[in-house]
């Protein structure tokens, strides 16, 4: 089951950019939240910052709270390791392991944990494919074929099923489908669709259709700061802010 | 789900980074040591008579290097005439003309002669030059190192021409001049002060070289009167001190190796500076 | 806004500049560029042969090499034909050469090198490239660097008087007593031997699979650094799956290398061997390389035969450091695919 996460005066830097400003955010459990914004506001930096990805860029900096359930991100006692495994995350261009096999690949994170019974490795390598909506594709060729060697779509797929694997509550996207054609991309909006039932989406896009099918909760960023936080209906049909709607209708980004 | 093994797994990252962090000391421990010791046994015997005097004969003590160093500096100079303008052509030619399976295979061999053992290039010189002349010479030292400098120089002079960009060439050619003078007056000139960090690099790694001169150049306890004798260098005669049995040879050793290496690191200290002050300079 | 690019711009007609010389003028100018055209593609070809020359001769110097090499060996391949690598014998007096000696300790040398060589060289590599802060990053590198540019000779000077007294006093002792066992340690402790040309090469080795391995981690995109972080992975297991195990050919490769230039090594190893033909179990017992042999009695040989064996010797190294090296070389391109690319600027 997925948890809520909430951020309290989250401030992010690379250097001296400033480039998350002051965010305020409740995210809701068990729905897909889409974050929009034009080019550069912030949305990417803002996601990474909750599964403590963005402290991994050199001079990276960090102020403020994210809980994700009960735990605080940042709390002193909290490891970056155990948040990552918890709050899982796709990148915008698929980044299997290219070394590994397709079973490889989606065990890695199990086998980092300790697991070592096959029949359970089987088992849940299995289930992740299968949530993944790849099972079928590759079934038959789970440790013959190299992560690498399957087609864009089915590396991203691959991907969310390496993420899934280490059974997180929160799965992070940063425009999982900008890389990938339009089958690839509906496959994923469908493959959101099912995942949200038990786990809690943050989507990152720049493709506002995309936002309007998948997700329940809209977020509306604009050079680091977070303009509008709504349902989804309301962003699209009744924004509150004028440069949310400026946005929507097109007059920029 | 899985916080029980987390401990085991911090620990085995903390031990990484220190293991890691070890090797490295480790391994720049010799680093000082030899510098070290190069210092400590070496600048004691550094004075005027060790840079102007030739060896005593063995079991005496005193003399010195000075016809070590000047053989030395006469090689490298037979060296670089061999070496510097062949190096320089093929980096010329790979970097403007090389481009398909000629390129590679030039560029192959290249590499190819780049690890050829400096003993076995001994042996070709010895082959080429001593055998006819029947006797050593630093014509002979000439040809080995000179061999050598030539796939470095080709290598590095590729690289600095490859790094001047192409709207350049394309503007002058643009311009009406013809292809050899763009490459000479052009870009040549634009990456010339990279080539010449190219060549010093060359001179400090050959300079250093030993076994391709044992018998080519082969030493001398005197003046050479021409390039045609055997001659001393630096390298040879810190060899052949440091397995003799006389305790004030190998203090001599210590010194010309000091001096060796101060030459190498100089040198290479300047084709840093050369080199961090930007590869443009020239031509502007 | 599209209302504005409909605007003067269209309007305006492209006009060429007005001719301002003389029909006189016209004609010299256009003979000049002429002359210039017509006088270039002989100045280009010329040039282009020269460069051509240039690089033609380095395969000259190869083919040079090879026929050197095979012409004075020849006397001592029709000697002894291919046993001359497994006989044991080496007698200049009675001229009878056989070079499996040489060819048992060089090998042993240079492997003893590589074992001590590659966890230090991975370790350094790993530390200056993921695990180091930022600022000592090119301090470090440097220092390495600048091991790499130390001659052998002073590698063997050093090794001499430095190094031999600490083996022989402190190490050798010290192996005796714990790990004699094996058999690897027995007979007199000279300091000079096996393992002292072997800890002094993997010393020269360092600096080159230091550096290779360096950049090929570098090489390997943060993608997937990013890919093993984002699944709960510690720094040391990051580094593990998405570093080393991609860069693993190219690792590969760099140890090669520095096995081809152990190989090769003549003067630190000359130095400190002890240059005695023998084969012998223990690490404390001298040996001979075949680069060493080459060193020592080149110079001395007095007849044909045994200047041709030492010909030979030198072929057979020749060969083998050519076949390591090329193998070493198509795992590193496997990675960092080679060469420069041209800057678009």
């Given at each position: 089951?997925?948890?809520?996460?909430?951020?309290?005066?989250?401030?992010?830097?690379?250097?001296?950019?400033?480039?998350?400003?002051?965010?305020?955010?409740?995210?809701?459990?068990?729905?897909?939240?889409?974050?929009?914004?034009?080019?550069?506001?912030?949305?990417?930096?803002?996601?990474?910052?909750?599964?403590?990805?963005?402290?991994?860029?050199?001079?990276?900096?960090?102020?403020?709270?994210?809980?994700?359930?009960?735990?605080?991100?940042?709390?002193?006692?909290?490891?970056?390791?155990?948040?990552?495994?918890?709050?899982?995350?796709?990148?915008?261009?698929?980044?299997?392991?290219?070394?590994?096999?397709?079973?490889?690949?989606?065990?890695?994170?199990?086998?980092?944990?300790?697991?070592?019974?096959?029949?359970?490795?089987?088992?849940?390598?299995?289930?992740?494919?299968?949530?993944?909506?790849?099972?079928?594709?590759?079934?038959?060729?789970?440790?013959?074929?190299?992560?690498?060697?399957?087609?864009?779509?089915?590396?991203?797929?691959?991907?969310?099923?390496?993420?899934?694997?280490?059974?997180?509550?929160?799965?992070?996207?940063?425009?999982?489908?900008?890389?990938?054609?339009?089958?690839?991309?509906?496959?994923?909006?469908?493959?959101?669709?099912?995942?949200?039932?038990?786990?809690?989406?943050?989507?990152?896009?720049?493709?506002?259709?995309?936002?309007?099918?998948?997700?329940?909760?809209?977020?509306?960023?604009?050079?680091?700061?977070?303009?509008?936080?709504?349902?989804?209906?309301?962003?699209?049909?009744?924004?509150?802010?004028?440069?949310?709607?400026?946005?929507?209708?097109?007059?920029?980004? | 789900?899985?916080?029980?093994?987390?401990?085991?797994?911090?620990?085995?990252?903390?031990?990484?980074?220190?293991?890691?962090?070890?090797?490295?000391?480790?391994?720049?421990?010799?680093?000082?040591?030899?510098?070290?010791?190069?210092?400590?046994?070496?600048?004691?015997?550094?004075?005027?008579?060790?840079?102007?005097?030739?060896?005593?004969?063995?079991?005496?003590?005193?003399?010195?290097?000075?016809?070590?160093?000047?053989?030395s500096?006469?090689i490298l100079?037979i060296a670089s005439?061999i070496g510097?303008?062949?190096?320089?052509?093929?980096?010329?030619?790979?970097?403007?003309?090389?481009?398909?399976?000629?390129?590679?295979?030039?560029?192959?061999?290249?590499?190819?002669?780049?690890?050829?053992?400096s003993?076995?290039i001994g042996?070709?010189a010895?082959?080429?030059?001593?055998?006819?002349?029947?006797?050593?010479?630093?014509?002979a030292g000439g040809v080995a190192l000179g061999i050598m400098m030539?796939?470095?120089?080709?290598?590095?002079?590729?690289?600095?021409?490859?790094?001047?960009?192409?709207?350049?060439?394309?503007?002058?050619?643009?311009?009406?001049?013809?292809?050899?003078?763009?490459?000479?007056?052009?870009?040549?000139?634009?990456?010339?002060?990279?080539?010449?960090?190219?060549?010093?690099?060359s001179f400090?790694r050959v300079a250093?070289e030993?076994?391709p001169l044992?018998?080519t150049a082969?030493?001398?306890?005197?003046?050479?009167?021409?390039?045609?004798?055997?001659?001393?260098a630096?390298?040879?005669?810190?060899?052949?001190?440091?397995?003799?049995?006389?305790?004030?040879?190998?203090?001599?050793?210590?010194?010309?190796?000091?001096?060796?290496?101060?030459?190498?690191?100089?040198?290479?200290?300047?084709?840093?500076?050369?080199?961090?002050?930007?590869?443009?300079?020239?031509?502007? | 806004?599209?209302?504005?690019?409909?605007?003067?711009?269209?309007?305006?007609?492209?006009?060429?500049?007005?001719?301002?010389?003389?029909?006189?003028?016209?004609?010299?100018?256009?003979?000049?560029?002429?002359?210039?055209?017509?006088?270039?593609?002989?100045?280009?070809?010329?040039?282009?042969?020269?460069?051509?020359?240039?690089?033609?001769?380095?395969?000259?110097?190869?083919?040079?090499?090879?026929?050197?090499?095979?012409?004075?060996?020849?006397?001592?391949?029709?000697?002894?034909?291919?046993?001359?690598?497994?006989?044991?014998?080496?007698?200049?007096?009675?001229?009878?050469?056989?070079?499996?000696?040489?060819?048992?300790?060089?090998?042993?040398?240079?492997?003893?090198?590589?074992?001590?060589?590659?966890?230090?060289?991975?370790?350094?590599?790993?530390?200056?490239?993921?695990?180091?802060?930022?600022?000592?990053?090119?301090?470090?590198?440097?220092?390495?660097?600048?091991?790499?540019?130390?001659?052998?000779?002073?590698?063997?000077?050093?090794?001499?008087?430095?190094?031999?007294?600490?083996?022989?006093?402190?190490?050798?002792?010290?192996?005796?007593?714990?790990?004699?066992?094996?058999?690897?340690?027995?007979?007199?402790?000279?300091?000079?031997?096996?393992?002292?040309?072997?800890?002094?090469?993997?010393?020269?080795?360092?600096?080159?699979?230091?550096?290779?391995?360096?950049?090929?981690?570098?090489?390997?995109?943060?993608?997937?650094?990013?890919?093993?972080?984002?699944?709960?992975?510690?720094?040391?297991?990051?580094?593990?799956?998405?570093?080393?195990?991609?860069?693993?050919?190219?690792?590969?490769?760099?140890?090669?290398?520095?096995?081809?230039?152990?190989?090769?090594?003549?003067?630190?190893?000359?130095?400190?061997?002890?240059?005695?033909?023998?084969?012998?179990?223990?690490?404390?017992?001298?040996?001979?390389?075949?680069?060493?042999?080459?060193?020592?009695?080149?110079?001395?040989?007095?007849?044909?035969?045994?200047?041709?064996?030492?010909?030979?010797?030198?072929?057979?190294?020749?060969?083998?450091?050519?076949?390591?090296?090329?193998?070493?070389?198509?795992?590193?391109?496997?990675?960092?695919?080679?060469?420069?690319?041209?800057?678009?600027?």
């Amino acid at each position: 089951m997925g948890v809520g996460i909430q951020v309290n005066q989250l401030n992010a830097w690379f250097g001296n950019t400033h480039a998350v400003r002051d965010i305020q955010m409740d995210i809701p459990a068990n729905h897909a939240t889409a974050i929009i914004g034009p080019s550069g506001c912030g949305k990417s930096t803002f996601v990474r910052c909750l599964n403590r990805m963005h402290e991994t860029i050199p001079n990276a900096r960090v102020q403020g709270t994210v809980k994700v359930g009960d735990t605080h991100v940042y709390g002193n006692g909290t490891s970056a390791v155990e948040i990552r495994r918890r709050v899982g995350m796709v990148f915008q261009k698929p980044n299997p392991f290219p070394t590994m096999s397709v079973y490889d690949n989606v065990a890695a994170g199990l086998k980092l944990n300790g697991y070592r019974n096959r029949r359970e490795l089987d088992e849940i390598v299995e289930r992740s494919l299968r949530q993944a909506a790849l099972w079928d594709e590759v079934k038959d060729s789970l440790k013959k074929k190299s992560g690498a060697s399957l087609s864009g779509g089915q590396q991203q797929r691959l991907c969310i099923a390496r993420a899934l694997a280490v059974e997180p509550e929160v799965m992070l996207m940063d425009e999982p489908a900008s890389a990938l054609d339009p089958i690839s991309t509906s496959k994923i909006e469908d493959l959101i669709f099912e995942l949200k039932q038990n786990y809690t989406i943050v989507i990152v896009t720049h493709n506002m259709q995309q936002a309007a099918r998948v997700a329940e909760f809209t977020a509306f960023f604009l050079i680091g700061n977070l303009i509008e936080f709504d349902k989804t209906e309301k962003i699209f049909t009744n924004p509150s802010d004028k440069r949310t709607e400026d946005y929507i209708t097109g007059r920029f980004g | 789900m899985m916080l029980k093994k987390y401990w085991w797994r911090s620990f085995k990252d903390k031990l990484v980074v220190g293991l890691a962090a070890g090797a490295t000391v480790v391994v720049l421990l010799p680093l000082g040591a030899i510098f070290g010791y190069l210092v400590y046994r070496g600048i004691g015997s550094l004075n005027w008579n060790f840079l102007t005097q030739i060896p005593k004969p063995p079991g005496e003590t005193g003399g010195g290097m000075a016809n070590a160093i000047a053989g030395s500096g006469l090689i490298l100079l037979i060296a670089s005439l061999i070496g510097v303008p062949m190096g320089i052509g093929t980096g010329v030619y790979l970097a403007e003309f090389g481009k398909k399976r000629f390129g590679y295979l030039i560029r192959f061999t290249a590499d190819v002669l780049n690890g050829v053992p400096s003993i076995v290039i001994g042996i070709v010189a010895y082959s080429l030059v001593v055998i006819y002349q029947k006797h050593f010479s630093a014509l002979a030292g000439g040809v080995a190192l000179g061999i050598m400098m030539v796939p470095i120089i080709s290598r590095a002079t590729e690289e600095m021409l490859l790094m001047v960009p192409q709207s350049l060439r394309e503007a002058a050619w643009g311009l009406g001049i013809p292809q050899w003078r763009t490459t000479l007056s052009i870009t040549l000139r634009t990456a010339s002060s990279g080539i010449i960090t190219a060549v010093m690099l060359s001179f400090a790694r050959v300079a250093g070289e030993t076994a391709p001169l044992l018998f080519t150049a082969f030493g001398n306890m005197y003046w050479s009167r021409s390039i045609n004798q055997p001659t001393a260098a630096l390298p040879l005669q810190i060899f052949n001190y440091a397995i003799s049995p006389f305790d004030d040879e190998h203090r001599q050793a210590w010194a010309g190796a000091l001096i060796l290496i101060v030459l190498i690191v100089v040198s290479m200290s300047l084709v840093r500076m050369v080199a961090s002050r930007g590869v443009f300079k020239g031509g502007n | 806004m599209l209302k504005q690019m409909n605007g003067p711009l269209l309007k305006t007609k492209f006009q060429p500049a007005p001719e301002v010389s003389s029909p006189e003028d016209q004609a010299a100018e256009v003979s000049r560029r002429k002359t210039a055209l017509t006088s270039s593609p002989f100045a280009d070809a010329a040039f282009r042969y020269l460069m051509l020359g240039c690089a033609l001769s380095v395969l000259a110097i190869v083919v040079l090499i090879v026929r050197e090499l095979i012409i004075r060996s020849t006397l001592s391949l029709h000697a002894f034909g291919l046993k001359f690598f497994f006989r044991q014998a080496w007698d200049p007096v009675n001229g009878d050469f056989g070079a499996l000696p040489f060819i048992y300790g060089t090998l042993v040398s240079s492997f003893l090198a590589l074992l001590l060589a590659v966890p230090l060289s991975v370790g350094v590599a790993t530390f200056t490239t993921e695990l180091c802060p930022r600022k000592l990053r090119s301090l470090l590198s440097y220092m390495v660097e600048l091991l790499a540019a130390i001659p052998s000779v002073i590698y063997g000077l050093w090794g001499i008087f430095v190094l031999v007294p600490i083996l022989r006093l402190y190490v050798e002792p010290f192996l005796a007593k714990y790990f004699g066992w094996t058999g690897l340690f027995g007979g007199p402790q000279f300091g000079l031997g096996m393992l002292g040309a072997g800890v002094i090469l993997a010393i020269m080795i360092i600096p080159v699979i230091t550096s290779i391995t360096r950049e090929v981690m570098s090489a390997v995109p943060t993608a997937q650094r990013e890919g093993v972080l984002a699944i709960g992975a510690t720094r040391w297991e990051m580094i593990r799956v998405g570093v080393l195990r991609n860069a693993r050919t190219g690792i590969m490769g760099a140890i090669i290398l520095g096995l081809g230039r152990a190989l090769g090594e003549t003067m630190a190893v000359t130095m400190l061997i002890g240059n005695r033909p023998e084969i012998a179990k223990s690490l404390f017992a001298p040996g001979y390389t075949l680069a060493s042999v080459i060193a020592n009695e080149f110079s001395e040989a007095a007849d044909d035969l045994y200047l041709s064996a030492l010909v030979e010797i030198g072929l057979a190294l020749f060969v083998i450091t050519l076949l390591v090296n090329i193998v070493a070389q198509l795992m590193v391109w496997s990675i960092t695919r080679g060469n420069a690319a041209r800057a678009t600027a």
